[in-house]
């Protein structure tokens, strides 16, 4: 099994700063992909940024050039670099991995973390 722990979300000004992370614990793993999700008040959860193993990126159109994800493989960890945050960043940010476990790959959340923008 893998237990993903996030961290980092909070309240943060428009235009300021804010990193999420997620370490990914857990033992006879390996891992794939790595990606952040949200889900804003009132809506679908939607994927912002996803990573792979070997460093390749996407991000979601609404995040370009403000949000990077960036990986330790050495820590499991996968973070999101969040800047100039908008109000419309607003939303609870998931985690997600996709672990090799005994040549099968399964999918596992963390628990989200809640973001705020506001001044």
């Known amino acids: 099994q893998v237990q993903l722990v996030e961290s980092g979300g909070g309240l943060v000004q428009p235009g300021g700063s804010l990193r999420l992370s997620c370490l990914a614990a857990g033992s006879s793993f390996s891992i794939d992909r790595m990606a952040w999700y949200r889900q804003p008040p009132g809506k679908e959860r939607e994927l912002v940024a996803s990573i792979t193993s070997s460093g390749g990126t996407n991000y979601a159109d609404s995040v370009k ?47 989200g973390t809640q973001v705020t923008v506001s001044s």
């Open 65 to 111: 050039d403000r949000f990077a994800i960036s990986r330790d493989n050495t820590k499991n960890t996968v973070y999101l670099q969040m800047n100039s945050p908008k109000p419309e960043d607003k939303a609870v940010y998931y985690c997600q991995v996709l672990a090799l476990i005994n040549s099968v790959v399964r999918r596992f959340w963390g628990q």
